[in-house]
Antibody
Framework: EVQLVQSGGGLVKPGGSLRLPCAASGFRFSNAWMMWVRQAPGKGLEWVGR??????????DYAPPVKGRFSISRDDSKNTLYLQMDSLKTEDTAVYYC?????WGQGTLVTVSS | DIVLTQSPDSLAVSLGERATIDCKSS????????????LAWYQHKPGQPPKLLISWASTRESGVPDRFSGSGSGTDFTLTISSLQAEDVAVYYCHQYYSALWAFGQGTKVEIK
């Protein structure tokens, strides 16, 4: 069974940092392209970024609102995807999801507030 | 960057009736070398992660009821729910994975009339 298990959310002050892990199981993680998607309160889904598999070049792309502040990485030896979020802003408050496109994590809430 | 615009923003449909959602892309998402449209449809209910319904514009995912269908090519796409059921109340999103920067449409809320 494919599972994506997320952790690491919480409350952080503006300008702070947070790292979100996403632990994968039930499929060949190293071959998967992975993405992060968020949903701010009362808003729609917003694509955050995507990392390709290493065999496909490992290219990482980010949505303009987070480029330069967020960083996506993967540890294929641990079957884990990461989202490093720095210089957080109040507008980054959202539920964050990791996804293979067909399978999704349960989501984790990140609240940026003083 | 490719922008996806859905219409309408919301619609109310009677049980058993047809619901149609359109998605227009600012650029073609049809890759000519394989003749595939890099467009998907998701269903999102409150408190749950999104669910993939349709990929490649018209390929229904395993386990998705056949009342859901996707059509279109290039820049214009449609999700059709042929006979709306109570459990279909949700927000529906189109999603392009053609360009380097992926994107979602703004969403269409489907309710029961």
């Amino acid at each position: 069974e494919v599972q994506l298990v997320q952790s690491g959310g919480g409350l952080v002050k503006p300008g702070g940092s947070l790292r979100l892990p996403c632990a994968a199981s039930g499929f060949r993680f190293s071959n998967a392209w992975m993405m992060w998607v968020r949903q701010a309160p009362g808003k729609g889904l917003e694509w955050v970024g995507r990392i390709k598999s290493k065999t496909d070049g490992g290219t990482i792309d980010y949505a303009p609102p987070v480029k330069g502040r967020f960083s996506i990485s993967r540890d294929d030896s641990k079957n884990t995807l990461y989202l490093q979020m720095d210089s957080l802003k109040t507008e980054d408050t959202a539920v964050y999801y990791c996804s293979t496109s067909s399978h999704w994590g349960q989501g984790t809430l990140v609240t940026v507030s003083s | 960057d490719i922008v996806l615009t859905q219409s309408p923003d919301s619609l109310a449909v009677s049980l058993g009736e047809r619901a149609t959602i359109d998605c227009k892309s600012s650029q073609s998402v049809l890759y000519s070398s394989n003749n595939k449209n890099y467009l998907a449809w998701y269903q999102h209910k409150p408190g749950q992660p999104p669910k993939l319904l349709i990929s490649w514009a018209s390929t229904r995912e395993s386990g998705v009821p056949d009342r859901f269908s996707g059509s279109g090519s290039g820049t214009d796409f449609t999700l059709t729910i042929s006979s709306l059921q109570a459990e279909d109340v949700a927000v529906y999103y189109c999603h392009q994975y053609y360009s380097a920067l992926w994107a979602f449409g703004q969403g269409t809320k489907v309710e029961i009339k």
